[in-house]
């Protein structure tokens, strides 16, 4: 168990995320207290269309790193438990079920716990995930829509030089023509649902908003990986990204992306280093380490080594804009949300996309968090790895939880980490 | 529990032969004959597409005696130590009784085996990997996953065609659908003989007959069934508390064995080295790719893909048809998506008078939990409900 030494952050933007989400979540429980439908979706769910027609929700990823964070996890974890449910399955999916069970949320919840969702959605990405969708669907009286998953037959290679403006040789048309007319089924089920009119225009606004922000993403990417010293430290980076990208498509994402830039590139240009004596650059691989995010700086000061990489912003630098849009939204978004998948999880395309990451901000070694329980978030860790060490990256591989702190021993972390650090860092340097 | 009926049925026999040996034999001899071997992973592998083209499908069994130590290599912790076995047979040394590989996307874990297998190929040519086909099929029932699944079987029988090298006609095809079809109705005269109010099959040797099918000539398996279907009418009736046994593939008798030697009697599983994978004939009169697809979609929905709801109605209804007296489920560890059905099933099945258990997280082989026999035993004891033969 992690003792209550917390991150330091250092962004306004960080704070200023970590706020805003904190103010979007109480006017979330005023919509739902003034009676509007309120859907909660997994992840890899198409948001855009619940932003276009304004229909509130909640990711369930983003909250269950929330829940984790207020150190929750074990004790929806009980609920299960008591429920007749195992205690050591897909911890990041299934806290809100167990969440779905406490007779007590409203008070002792997170920011007064979840409201009650009149809609669960989620696609079929892992064997678990419908499962798990329609059992907290149930318990909290929610009606269930599931899309399904398929899979790339044709793998062309270095995803990131499509994703943006190539995006049709990226996808085999048929997986894109079935995407489509899934969104279509999901838009009608809202119509109905909710009452509210879908309407094209508005989504296409919301694609542009979502090209920007991710455009700055992209360039705040560039920025840290070019800086000498980097600016700031995935402590700060990986929480205030990630709490807007689950704004995205809204006025106010877009403008935190430019802000956060704008904040990180004054301080590069004022040569201000995060971690003054910077010498080693490592990357993070996996999931946040939401119950622990103390833990990336543990290595700052005897070794200065900085966290400088994770997937959070740079997956919002290269997987999400979609250039023409205009003349096809929903193919557009289809061109998004299916790959999301295969660009974190798929060899080939995860381990090159992590190779070429690596490279351009100068990593010097790789700590990479592999789930202990989650065949979703499976990726060939093998592949990345040896690819890694190919390119002369060493990599430290460990197997971890992202929400469940029960088995999670920051000390025996750190001594690892550290050692790692300097046999494999330091030592190959010197070699 | 094999008796010495079965034993000394000859149908029995060969059928026992061919299990014990896991097709090594058989592949060899369609090899020998000129033709091609197809190594199967899934149980949703359409396969009249290999036996229209005269490819032998083959699945690939776990082998309990593998070290894993060339799958520990690829494969993260959680893999299923089943499926680490039977991906190690194929990336391990040796001559393989294959010529090609088919993966269906049967659960989670053989979407990823076949994503390793994939990027072995092209990450380290020299590795023992086939040409391997994928079949994605969509299991939610709806008419667009529908035209989706066609397209890929359509796809899957060009496949066939290459690996055959001839053209695979409808006339080919109907007569597969025609084999397979005689080898189901064939497996469904054994399962009226477990389902019967006095079974004359047991859960072990119904596993062998189904199992042989794995790794023979269908229509030669389709024969023996028969055969032994015939002869099995007059075997002795067993006694004890029926089951039903819902979860992980059983490519051994060990988990059967120590179900029914505690006394119960399998009378049903949807299990897919049992019953579930011969369920549901293909339709003949249809144009094929849709039979085939109407086939694989329409089958008792599986544990690892259907939602709770799904799978709680399939499971109660199949256990009250077979008059369980009580339901096992067994899941492997690592294999998880199960446990997410069973609180809804357990109480679904009790509201019916059917009690059920939950075995989850068995090491492969099972043999390696030294406490499972004693549990399921107890389990066995619950069921009999203090009565000599339950």
Known sequence: ?431 | MLRDCALENQAFRELYRVWLDRGNGEAAAHRARGGRVVGCLGADVPEEYLLAGDLLPLRIAPDPRSDLAHADRYLEACFDPMVRSQFDRIVGPGEKPWDFLAVSNSTDVLVRTYLYLRELRRTEPEAPVPDTAFIDWLFTPSERFRRYNEARAAEFRKKAEEWAGRPITDADLREAVHVLNGERSAMGRIYALRQAEGPRVSGTEALVIAGAGFYMDRARHRDLVNALAAEAEAWPVLKGPRLYFSGTEQYDLTVYSYLEEAGAVIVGEDQDCGMRYYCRLTDPESPPEEAVVERYMRRIPSPKKATVTRRVEALVCEAQESRARGVAVCMDQFEEAASWDFPEEKRALEAEGIRAAEFCKLPYPAEKDETLRGRMAAFVEELKGGTADG
């Not at chain 1, 997986?175 to 838009?187: C, F, N, S, T």
């Open chain 1, 1 to 431: 168990m992690a003792e209550e030494r917390r991150a330091v952050k250092t962004l306004k933007a960080a704070q200023e995320s970590g706020a805003y989400q904190k103010e979007w979540f109480r006017s979330l429980h005023d919509r739902v207290k003034a009676g509007e439908d309120f859907a909660y979706l997994n992840a890899d769910v198409p948001m855009e269309i619940f932003r276009a027609m304004d229909v509130p929700f909640c990711v369930n990823q983003w909250w269950a790193a929330i829940c984790s964070a207020k150190r929750m996890t074990p004790r929806y974890v009980n609920f299960l438990r008591e429920a007749g449910y195992r205690d050591d399955l897909c911890s990041y999916c299934s806290a809100v079920l167990g969440e779905s069970l406490d007779p007590e949320d409203a008070e002792l919840g997170p920011w007064g716990g979840l409201p009650r969702p009149t809609m669960a959605v989620t696609r079929l990405t892992c064997d678990c995930q419908g499962k798990i969708f329609q059992l907290l669907a149930r318990n909290y009286g929610a009606e269930l829509f599931t899309m399904e998953n398929t899979l790339p037959r044709t793998v062309p290679e270095n995803w990131w030089d499509l994703a943006t403006d190539r995006w049709e040789e990226l996808y085999d048309a048929d997986r894109l023509d079935l995407a489509v007319e899934e969104l279509k089924d999901l838009i009608s089920w809202l119509e109905r649902k909710t009452g509210r009119v879908f309407d094209y225009d508005r989504l296409i606004q919301v694609m542009a908003l979502i090209n920007e922000q991710e455009g700055w993403y992209r360039r705040t990417r560039d920025l840290i990986a070019a800086a000498p010293m980097a600016p700031v430290t995935v402590v700060d980076t990986i929480n205030a990204t990630m709490q807007a990208q689950w704004q995205r498509g809204t006025e106010w994402a877009a403008g935190h992306a430019r802000r956060m830039y704008e904040e990180i590139k004054a301080l590069a240009d004022a040569g201000h280093a995060a971690v003054p004596n910077e010498k080693y650059r490592l990357m993070w691989l996996g999931r946040g380490l939401w119950h622990d995010f103390a833990f990336y700086q543990n290595f700052e000061e005897k070794y200065g080594a900085a966290f400088v990489w994770s997937m959070y912003l740079a997956m919002g630098a290269d997987a999400y804009i979609r250039e023409g849009y205009e003349r096809d939204p929903l193919r557009a978004l289809a061109a998004r949300y299916i790959g999301m998948e295969d660009f974190l999880h798929m060899p080939p395309w995860n381990s090159g996309w992590f190779v070429r990451e690596a490279k351009n901000n100068r990593i010097d070694g790789v700590v990479y968090m592999a789930p202990a329980n989650c065949m979703q978030a499976v990726e060939g860790s093998g592949f990345i790895v040896k690819a890694l060490e190919r390119a002369g990256i060493p990599v430290l591989l460990f197997r971890g939880d992202p929400v469940d702190d029960r088995k999670w021993n920051r000390e025996n972390m750190t001594e690892l980490v550290g050692r790692f650090i300097e046999e494999r860092i330091i030592g190959g340097k010197e070699a």
